[in-house]
């Protein structure tokens, strides 16, 4: 059964704006954020938004739902997470689609590892409210080492942990609240145990400024330091972009850091053809019914070899994800095989009592992770609750991004 708040913000569909895409936010919503990070978990901060949302404004409301949806991708539970902020890019007035007789799709992680033999800086962006998109970065780490890339940068990443790599894992100072999601944790840890110089370089400026010090930072932190260093970027949204266009007149950091270093980046899209909804006439949907595929796909021209962008002036790579949206996310008594389940947790108002609440398939990164059902009677006596599943190793506070359930 969806929420009263779900089922507001589902009524509607949210074209991506330049304030989503570059993360600047006014006054008002400063004071939002300001607000959300007093909060002393991902379960308190979406207390706090189901109860303050109706009291904002029309404007502030929409970052609200922004926000929202990145606690509920924290919280573990990613279909809500999609439903509750469904994104629909502004796609190019004369864009076609690839068809089949001129394309073919090819696995992304092997055709990006090929790709990027060659390249100085890979540059991969995600949408913050859909882990998802973390799930190539994760699988591309291991490749990219072998490759020779030194450098790992993560735009969640801040300054405040100096014992991040010493200690091996993040917690709550090491950056913003995406890490409390448990894939973005797991990049973090993985890339630690590869041996990657872990290079935060993120700030809390806005609009150009916070572009123009991203990408000075990146060049203070790499290539000042190694002129022949080998760098793999994990960004947020049009952060990657090459030239002005997604971020109305701001130059993009992958612009900038091109500037300083005169080194081409190969740069790879994952949120413009993104799973928002369930509308078969998207462009998403005709991409993944032209070219169905279960795990992360690129496009290769037949002739050319070169791969698909539908900005290639932008960024080099267009990432087709595989379908994970199902409604079965909310609820419902019908098995599906592939899918990760976990019973009825209390305190989730989309999951009515007795249900099942799916998660999505791709949960278990083909195979390495099995699920582990739970029942409501490990919260019989306190609502809500979260329940997390924390690394042996790692202590349970404070350390985040384990496996929240």
């Known amino acids: ?34 607000e959300l990070k007093h909060e002393p978990n991902e379960l308190a901060r979406y207390q706090y938004l189901i109860d303050e949302t109706p009291k904002l404004s029309s404007g502030d409301q929409i970052l609200a739902a922004q926000f929202l949806s990145f606690t509920q991708d924290e919280l573990g539970i990613y279909n809500q997470a999609v439903f509750s902020f469904p994104l629909k890019n502004r796609l190019p007035a004369d864009l076609v689609l690839p068809k089949i007789t001129d394309w073919k799709a090819v696995n992304a992680i092997d055709a990006i590892t090929k790709l990027a033999e060659h390249r100085r800086i890979v540059l991969i962006n995600e949408a913050h409210h859909d882990a998802h998109t973390r799930e190539l970065t994760l699988a591309l780490l291991p490749r990219l080492k072998a490759l020779g890339f030194t450098y790992f940068a993560a735009e969640a990443l801040s300054d405040d942990d100096p014992s991040l790599t010493h200690r091996g894992y993040p917690i709550s100072t090491s950056g913003t609240e995406y890490l409390q999601e448990p894939l973005y944790g797991d990049i973090i840890r993985t890339a630690i145990k590869l041996g990657f110089v872990i290079v935060p370089y993120d700030n809390e400026y806005t609009g150009q400024a916070r572009e123009n010090a991203q990408a000075e930072t990146l060049y203070e932190k790499v290539f000042a330091k190694n002129r022949h260093a080998r760098l793999f970027v994990h960004a947020g949204y049009a952060h990657i972009d090459k030239e002005i266009g997604r971020l109305g007149s701001l130059h993009p950091m992958a612009m900038r850091l091109q500037s300083l270093t005169g080194i081409d980046p190969l740069s790879i899209d994952q ?26 796909e690129i496009l290769i021209n037949r002739n050319s070899g070169k791969p698909w962008s539908d900005r290639p002036t932008l960024y080099d790579i267009n990432v087709i994800l595989p379908i994970a949206l199902n409604m079965q996310a909310f609820g419902g008594d019908n ?49 809500p609750c979260v329940v997390e599943a924390n690394y042996i190793d790692e202590p349970t506070s404070p350390a985040l991004s384990s496996g929240t359930v």
């Open 335 to 383: 098995s599906m095989d592939d899918a990760i389940t976990v019973r009825h947790v209390t305190g989730i108002p989309q999951v009515s009592s007795g249900d099942r609440m799916y998660r999505p398939a791709w949960l278990s990164l083909n195979g390495t992770r099995h699920p582990f059902p739970i029942t409501t009677a490990l919260c019989r006596s306190i609502i």
């Open 271 to 296: 949120t413009e053809f993104l799973e928002s909804n369930m509308d078969s006439k998207d462009a998403y949907h005709r991409l993944i019914g032209a070219f169905p595929s279960k795990a992360p």
């Open 1 to 34: 059964m969806l929420s009263r708040l779900a089922v507001f913000l589902c009524l509607f569909v949210l074209q991506l704006p330049t304030k989503v895409a570059a993360q600047t936010f006014n006054r008002s919503e400063l004071r939002l954020l300001h």
